[in-house]
């Protein structure tokens, strides 16, 4: 069972707000990723961070940023929701070093009314 | 043109049905091909990587990698119902330190 986490699991909220999306792990991998995935459909990198305030933009645009102040934590912030951004996103860890398995959390299906 | 490219699918089988999936790629510097399964409303968990070239066997599971042919593919012997999930392949190089996800395949195994 990986020791990865994502909070909320589903999350309905009003166009205009501002959310987090909370991510930790317990690993201690070095490594962490914000992926987004429509239900049926590929997963698309929008961050990720090689460790300790390192971010970076993955290959899709987002409103979204990050930050990385702890090596667990990893939360997604959306200033201002929009419809668009319903979506789930998915948060994954890994190590610095040897295989480059990536350990995914549940997930946080986020729907934007 | 993507660096990697999957088979789309859906795929529908059934029960005991030898299953294969495939995935090409354009970066020669790929050194580690992963497999990971996806059932619904789940994230991704790996199933089995190979590193360079090569065959690799995990009970039902085979991975294959051909880099001569930028190839590779998971075949499944003796599918089970519990098989029905979408299928991702990755790639990554040592340097890169974020994989590259195929769009996915998915996979139904009917009793």
């Known amino acids: 069972e990986a020791d990865i986490y994502q909070t909320p699991r589903y999350l309905v909220i009003g166009t205009g707000k501002k959310i987090t999306l909370e991510c930790s792990q317990t690993?201690?991998?070095?490594?962490m990723y914000w992926y987004q995935q429509d239900p049926g459909m590929e997963l698309h990198l929008i961050h990720y961070?090689?460790?300790?305030?390192?971010?970076e933009k993955g290959d899709l645009s987002s409103e979204s940023t990050v930050s990385r102040i702890r090596t667990e934590h990893f939360p997604l912030t959306l200033e201002s929701a929009r419809p668009s951004h319903t979506s789930q996103y998915l948060c994954?860890?890994?190590?610095?070093?040897?295989?480059?398995?990536?350990?995914f959390g549940q997930g946080t299906r986020l729907t934007v009314v | 043109q993507k660096e990697v490219e999957q088979d789309p699918g859906p795929l529908s089988v059934p029960e005991g049905a030898i299953v294969s999936l495939n995935c090409t790629y354009s970066?020669?510097?790929?050194?580690?091909f992963m497999w990971y399964r996806q059932y619904s409303r789940k994230g991704p968990e790996l199933l089995m990587y190979?590193?360079?070239?090569g065959n690799k066997e995990d009970g039902r599971f085979t991975a294959q990698v051909d880099k001569s042919s930028k190839y590779i593919s998971l075949f499944i012997r003796d599918s089970q119902p519990s098989d029905s999930a979408t299928y991702l392949c990755?790639?990554?190089?040592?340097?890169?330190?974020?994989?590259?996800f195929g769009d996915g395949t998915t996979l139904t195994v009917k009793p």
């Open positions: 970066n020669s510097a790929f050194q580690y």
């Open positions: 961070s090689y460790g300790v305030n390192s971010t």
């Open positions: 990755a790639m990554e190089n040592t340097n890169a330190g974020k994989s590259t």
């Open positions: 190979t590193y360079s070239s």
């Open positions: 690993m201690g991998h070095d490594k």
């Open positions: 994954a860890s890994s190590a610095r070093t040897g295989a480059p398995e990536a350990f």
